[in-house]
């Protein structure tokens, strides 16, 4: 799929996008939106021809909000060629080739990007959940399932985090809550174990999606991203082609560790998306940006509150422009 | 390990200069603009590195290391300096209030609080020798309150709630009456996470923070946070003020600048560092010591005090005056493995001292499976055997290897490290005599 068909195919989506939609995602970025409006607007005041000067803060301000130093330093220079090549002095005119050149970069950095879980057309889809300690799986599992439930999907969850005191406890409650079916084994069980068991349930009952929730590792635990290996056998043995999905929870506070999460639960399970949390603060989640420009990997799915509304589809240009343009853009 | 990239970042920019025999003003311009790269990818703050690379430029002048031969150890010397500057100059500890001893944990969600309160308590109560008891406020998080009791029974320190629908600030009143009563001597209160901008939870935080008046207002600060860290701390600190910073995840890779920078931002001490799952992985966090660990310098003091906990010491001076003597038996070589083991991880001792090459999280777990094989061949062993190997004939190592289910050739390699190992302390013994150590470093001991 060419640059151009996925433009045009970005654009399309957003006509129909329902006004709620946009601005509930508006309102959850609004923080991060403000801290730069403000920026840019005293920049672009503050300049009134680009310089030298300009351009390091601009290069600045992508690295304040964890876009990376490398990608960061990748894109004032393109820009600078750009600026030099098109005689562009305007600063707000820089700004926005800005935009349009992470927009690229992102867009053609990897396969392109759908949203929405991809189901099996027969038996249960299973969707593997994992990341490090307290980046808001199981919350995000519970908003996953209440969206699929929603689309009339037929949900069931594993607790596959039997490490965690209390981690089973709080997906039961997040289950019966959301009235779906809930596998779990007892503190401290074979994770494996589990997700064997929520495997077998699923095809017994005509489950539409398993969700598997994982223990919190750090990806340095050699051991228990072995764990997490086998879990992936284990559930691929009992269903054909599972997990089809792997989401990688990363909370928007991290900074350029990110990268290294990414590529590291990419070694031992197909991650096939990022699902970004807690992005109601002014934390900006650029490091997505870096994931995506070094391994691929897109994001999904965007966490933008506590409720269980508050999971969005990502938009890379409405996430854009919330990261870098500001209020009077939008 | 955190700050490892940083080290090695560093060290590759200082093995660069130390190539060329003079400093210039260009290869120092270039050695600088890789120091802020390294720094802004360990998640240092792109202003505590704006200032810090301003630093370490104007003192560089002003030592006048231009056209020196060898410069770069200046550098490396000012460039340490300039790191511990900026996490402080000296250990902070915890500040006791007689006869109670209140400490509230805030921070963003999912920062570790619940973790590292039972971790503090752990630490109070077997270290310092207190009386101690948690508070579960954090209502909201489901599970939170069950994850609270779970770690304080594996902490072994009392535990207070009221279940998830009683006012957190009522909750944390009650907990310091019974604390008083009962003759506590610590409180830690668990609180919500929420995100920073969150008023009605600063309010609720607040409210607390002025009924109970606590002594230690401690941030959880994530390892791998990025360049936010520091807003999120001043927002904290503007409305609770602040006595200091537990960093959590510092046993991951992450590289912790955001720590370096809320140090050097907002001057709040970081007092604690967790360092594992385990509920006795907290150490006391010292600013000097990171400072050598960055520059890759090794952290000789930490290494050695966690020896101190694990090793018999008799024991040890005991092995360590027979091992200098060339009087080595495998029985020694067992029980030094096994202390080795207690200290913790092998990869995360190595990194603490300066020369060892580093191990890889899967020669650590290569370096477990061979410590079974070995433990099981010796244990096979005949006392008299474990202290004269040199007798073991052929019937010998079949007895043993049956007994111990491995083969001929893995008694043979046990021997063979044992030979190796007895070989290695003789020429420590020579080195020590010498003064100096076998260039390279310590390399051998890799293999235990």
Not at chain 1, 239 to 261: C, K, M, R
Request: charged share 30%; hydrophobic share 40%; glycine share 8%.
């Amino acid at each position: 799929m060419g640059l151009f068909s996925f433009l045009k195919n970005k654009f399309s989506k957003k006509d129909v996008k329902e006004k709620e939609e946009t601005k509930s995602y508006e309102k959850g970025l609004e923080k991060s939106r403000k801290a730069f409006a403000s920026k840019l607007d005293s920049l672009s005041k503050r300049y009134a021809s680009v310089n030298e000067e300009y351009f390091e803060e601009l290069e600045e301000i992508l690295i304040e909000s964890d876009v990376g130093v490398e990608l960061s330093i990748r894109l004032i220079e393109k820009l600078l060629d750009q600026a030099k090549l098109e005689k562009i002095t305007d600063p707000k005119t820089i700004n926005e080739a800005l935009v349009d050149a992470m927009f690229v970069d992102y867009a053609t950095s990897g396969e392109a990007i759908e949203n929405e879980i991809t189901f099996q057309k027969e038996g249960p889809t299973v969707l593997l959940v994992c990341g490090v300690n307290g980046v808001g799986k199981t919350t995000s599992i519970a908003k996953l399932a209440y969206r699929y439930k929603n689309k009339g999907k037929k949900v069931a969850l594993a607790a596959g985090d039997t490490f965690r005191a209390g981690a089973v406890e709080q997906l039961s409650v997040w289950a019966k809550r959301l009235g779906v079916d809930i596998v779990t084994g007892k503190e401290g069980a074979d994770p494996a174990s589990v997700a064997y068991d929520g495997a077998k349930f699923a095809k017994e009952h005509g489950i539409d999606l398993l969700i598997v929730d994982t223990a919190g590792r750090l990806q340095t635990k050699n051991n228990l991203m072995q764990e997490l290996g086998k879990m992936s056998r284990v559930l691929s043995k009992e269903i054909p082609g599972a997990p089809h999905e792997t989401f990688l929870i990363i909370d928007a506070t991290t900074g350029q560790n990110g990268v290294v999460q990414a590529k590291a639960f990419k070694e031992v399970t197909p991650v096939s998306g990022i699902v970004i949390t807690k992005m109601d603060g002014t934390s900006k989640g650029g490091i997505i940006l870096s994931i995506r420009d070094e391994l691929g990997v897109p994001v999904r799915f965007i966490g933008l509150g506590e409720k269980m509304e508050d999971l969005r589809e990502f938009d890379l240009d409405q996430y854009l422009n919330g990261l870098l343009l500001g209020e009077q853009d939008a | 390990m955190a700050f490892e990239s940083l080290t090695d970042k560093l060290s590759g920019v200082f093995k660069k200069i130390r190539g060329q025999s003079k400093l210039t003003e260009k290869n120092m311009e270039e050695m600088l603009r890789e120091i802020r790269v390294a720094l802004l990818e360990s998640d240092v703050n792109f202003k505590v590195v704006k200032s810090f690379i301003a630093d370490v430029k104007e003192k560089a002048i002003g030592q006048d290391v231009y056209n020196k031969v060898n410069p770069s150890q200046m550098i490396v010397k000012i460039v340490h300096d300039e790191i511990q500057d900026l996490l402080g100059d000296e250990q902070e500890g915890i500040q006791y209030e007689k006869p109670l001893t209140v400490i509230m944990m805030v921070g963003l969600q999912g920062t570790g609080k619940t973790t590292t309160a039972g971790k503090l308590g752990y630490y109070f109560q077997n270290k310092e020798n207190k009386k101690v008891l948690v508070a579960a406020c954090d209502i909201y998080r489901p599970g939170a309150i069950d994850q609270l009791r779970a770690v304080a029974s594996n902490a072994g320190i009392g535990f207070y709630e009221e279940g998830d629908k009683v006012d957190p600030v009522k909750i944390a009143i009650h907990a310091k009456e019974k604390a008083s009563k009962e003759g506590y001597d610590v409180l830690i209160v668990d609180t919500a996470g929420r995100l920073q901008i969150d008023e009605a939870l600063m309010d609720e935080l607040k409210r607390i923070n002025h009924e109970i008046h606590p002594k230690e207002v401690l941030l959880l600060v994530d390892a791998a946070a990025g360049q936010d860290a520091v807003n999120v701390a001043n927002a904290f600190n503007k409305e609770l003020r602040l006595t200091g910073v537990i960093l959590s995840r510092l046993d991951g890779d992450a590289r912790g600048g955001a720590a370096l920078s809320i140090k050097y931002l907002t001057g709040l001490p970081i007092k604690f560092a967790g360092v594992g799952e385990r509920v006795n992985e907290l150490e006391m966090f010292y600013p000097d010591r990171m400072a050598d660990r960055i520059l890759g310098m090794g952290d000789v003091v930490t290494l050695v005090e966690k020896a101190k906990e694990a090793i018999d010491e008799k024991q040890a001076e005991k092995d360590a005056r027979k091992m200098m003597e060339g009087e080595f038996t495998l029985e020694d070589m067992l029980r030094q493995m096994k202390q080795v083991q207690k200290i913790g991880s092998l990869g995360a001792i190595a990194k603490l001292i300066p020369g060892m090459p580093k191990i890889t999280d899967e020669q650590q777990e290569k370096a477990k499976q061979e410590m079974k094989v070995f433990e099981a061949i010796i244990n096979s062993m005949t006392p008299y055997e474990r202290r004269h190997p040199e007798i073991l004939r052929y019937s010998h190592k079949n007895r043993i290897a049956k007994g111990s289910g491995y083969t001929n050739a893995d008694v043979n390699r046990v021997l063979r490290k044992f030979e190796q190992s007895k070989q290695m302390m003789k020429q420590m013994k020579q080195y020590q005599k010498s003064g100096r150590f076998p260039p390279g470093g310590l390399g051998g001991l890799g293999g235990f």
